[in-house]
């Protein structure tokens, strides 16, 4: 399969008043054509930082691209100027924010917001635009499109504003589409006709998706494969069904542990993973994950493990996977 | 709207009849008349025949029935002190003279204001930011006397740029607009930095930025326009401080504006040009006030929306 994106070995850190802050640690992934591919971890781990940073979206300064590179199509965006990233957003990569309340102009009407970037990007007509954002939201399912796109978004409600946000994102048909959380500010009922709704477009359109989310629940409905991150690193990728049938890493057993079930009986206490994640202000040597681990080993805590590949598409990254721990890893909680 | 409009506009007439009826008795309650500050006393008969001319001798609920009638047809009556003109013709010379001040004030103070705000917003502590916030220090916390006599000594006196008073060409409103500008100026620049910033942080500005529009766009039809919505609110009050802070500019620079009548009408006890003056600058800040909250919701949808609902 083809690659669209591939980043490589990034790390991005904010420059604040007591240091810097290493909000992503080096981590490489890739994105292929067509594909959707979760960013999944806690609040805090880096996830959006990795997102955002994919379309230089980061305020620079205080944020600042540490070393690393972003290939999308072939081109390093870290080394784009602010000029051709424009030329880059909202045409070849679109986002989509986690809060449809806050993220349209309440001033603007919809149907300016959406052509807004179209006219730019395709040189195109305010008539033509205009039939295009119809077209658009006929797509998302937002009824009367043509009254709709005269209207401001406090006439709309939270589901239609995210359908209007996706129509936002995708009505210049982006080779990739970064969806930050894309339900969790909505209720359960809508987050399910969204998420079709993503998946639909996709079907239509060819589009990557980079899905970040905490949702496993989303995860496992919607993408092909699992990103886990953990401290700005990336602890362990596979594909939906190695990730969910055979995770490896003790803290994507943790996190799946920690989903509700239908099944479980009411005297079972719902999961929790103890303590809070690592101060990115000063990251640990070792494995970020060492001291809420069950399985911590004493090499964990000064040293970062490699990358153990268990298939072709699924590694984790964790001192467990070496030879001489052999017995740990195996019948412990899945 | 319609309705929103009418309410407000019934509204007014009452806020209007109220001021009349509060400056009349205050101003009746003062002692003296407007024939008796004269220094040489008046013989008996010819104050008679005087307050009988102007309706004096009348009592005071016939006196305030008269006024009501005569204001319902904007008719304002005659001055007491001056005989060749009536109250309506002396609003007629001033007015245009303050308004011309004024409107000048409040476009300088919408203009640069905003504008000195966004900028230091934009460039939080940079140089631009210090420089226009020192700017707006000085402009809150100068009074407009002040800030008009530093500017007659600086740029008229000094340098003789300027004229230092007077009226009749353009180049002798630039000081007193400047000076009566000075003081919104700083609070608008003080108000559009701080909401400029908070609107910067909000998250359809990263929605702007993610659409790939250049930085002027996001800035200017994003940013600007949620960011100056509290200026715009403010814009009512600023308004009436600035007809009221043109009466002592209107002083220093020796204007001959509605301002001059005003506290010379005072002094006088010319009980019409008192009425006549307070009572219009009542009707002008109403219509102002009004004028803005329209203003307010052709920019802000969501207020229009709301009031409509009422």
Redesign the interface.
């Known amino acids: 399969m083809e690659k669209l994106l591939e980043v490589k070995d990034l790390a991005v850190s904010f420059q604040t008043f007591f240091g810097e802050v290493e909000a992503v640690r080096g981590v490489s992934f890739h994105v292929n054509k067509g594909e959707t591919v979760a960013l999944v971890g806690e609040s805090g781990c880096g996830k959006s930082v990795t997102a955002s940073s994919i379309m230089q979206l980061l305020p620079m300064p205080p944020a600042f691209y540490k070393r690393g590179q972003i290939l999308f199509e072939g081109e390093d965006i870290v080394q784009k100027s602010e000029k051709e990233m424009q030329k880059i957003r909202g045409n070849k990569i679109s986002m989509i924010f986690q809060d449809p309340m806050t993220s349209l102009n309440p001033t603007m009407r919809i149907g300016n917001q959406i052509v807004e970037g179209l006219i730019k990007h395709q040189k195109l007509s305010k008539t033509e635009a205009e039939k295009k954002a119809i077209e658009m939201l006929n797509l998302v399912s937002v009824p009367q499109p043509e009254k709709r796109i005269r209207q401001y978004p406090h006439e709309f409600s939270g589901g239609m504003r995210q359908r209007a946000m996706i129509a936002l994102a995708m009505v210049s048909n982006p080779e990739l589409l970064i969806a930050d959380e894309p339900t969790t500010a909505l209720d359960v009922t809508v987050q399910a006709q969204i998420l079709d709704l993503m998946k639909q477009i996709q079907d239509k359109l060819g589009t990557s998706i980079i899905l970040i989310t905490h949702d496993l629940g989303v995860v496992a409905d919607m993408c092909d494969r699992v990103i886990v991150m953990y401290g700005g690193q990336l602890m362990e990728e596979g594909t939906v069904y190695e990730i969910f049938k055979n995770p490896k890493h003790p803290y994507t057993r943790k996190l799946l542990g920690s989903v509700p079930r239908l099944d479980m009986s009411r005297s079972e206490m719902l999961h929790s993973i103890e303590g809070t994640p690592p101060d990115l202000y000063k990251p640990p040597k070792g494995c970020p994950f060492y001291d809420r681990c069950d399985e911590a080993m004493i090499i964990c805590k000064d040293h970062m493990p490699q990358r153990d590949y268990h298939t072709d598409t699924h590694y984790s990254c964790c001192w467990l996977n070496h030879p001489m721990a052999k017995g740990v890893a195996e019948g412990s909680e899945a | 709207m319609t309705k929103y409009i009418l309410k407000r506009f019934t509204m007014a007439i009452v806020t209007i009849w109220a001021i009349i009826t509060i400056t009349f008795f205050l101003m009746h309650s003062v002692p003296g008349n407007p024939f008796a500050t004269e220094s040489r006393k008046i013989p008996e008969n010819i104050m008679e025949n005087l307050m009988k001319k102007y309706g004096l001798d009348k009592p005071k609920s016939e006196q305030y029935m008269m006024y009501l009638k005569n204001i319902a047809r904007f008719d304002f009556g005659e001055s007491m002190k001056s005989n060749t003109e009536t109250v309506n013709e002396m609003i007629a010379r001033g007015f245009p003279v303050s308004a011309h001040l004024g409107v000048q004030a409040i476009l300088i103070a919408l203009i640069l204001g905003p504008a000195l705000g966004a900028i230091a917003a934009l460039y939080q502590n940079k140089t631009p930011d210090y420089i226009s916030m020192i700017i707006s220090i000085i402009g809150v916390s100068v009074p407009s006397f002040v800030m008009g006599s530093f500017l007659i000594q600086f740029v008229a006196r000094n340098v003789d740029w300027l004229p230092i008073g007077g009226w009749g060409e353009f180049r002798h409103t630039i000081l007193p607009s400047f000076a009566l500008a000075m003081m919104p100026l700083a609070q608008f620049a003080r108000l559009m930095r701080s909401s400029m910033l908070e609107v910067l942080n909000?998250?359809?500005i990263?929605?702007?930025?993610?659409?790939?529009?250049?930085?002027t766009?996001v800035i200017m039809?994003?940013a600007v326009?949620?960011a100056i919505?509290p200026i715009v609110s403010m814009l009512g009050t600023t308004i009436s401080n600035l007809v009221a802070g043109s009466f002592v500019i209107e002083k220093i620079f020796g204007i001959p504006g509605l301002g001059m009548f005003f506290t010379t009408s005072v002094f006088n006890r010319d009980y019409t040009l008192i009425m006549g003056v307070t009572v219009f600058y009542a009707m002008v800040l109403i219509t102002m006030m009004l004028l803005v909250d329209i203003a307010y919701m052709l920019?802000?949808?969501?207020i229009r929306?709301t009031k409509e609902g009422r």
């Open positions: 909000q998250d359809y990263k929605t702007a930025k993610s659409k790939g529009i250049t930085r766009a039809k994003h326009r949620n919505l920019i802000d949808p969501r929306l």
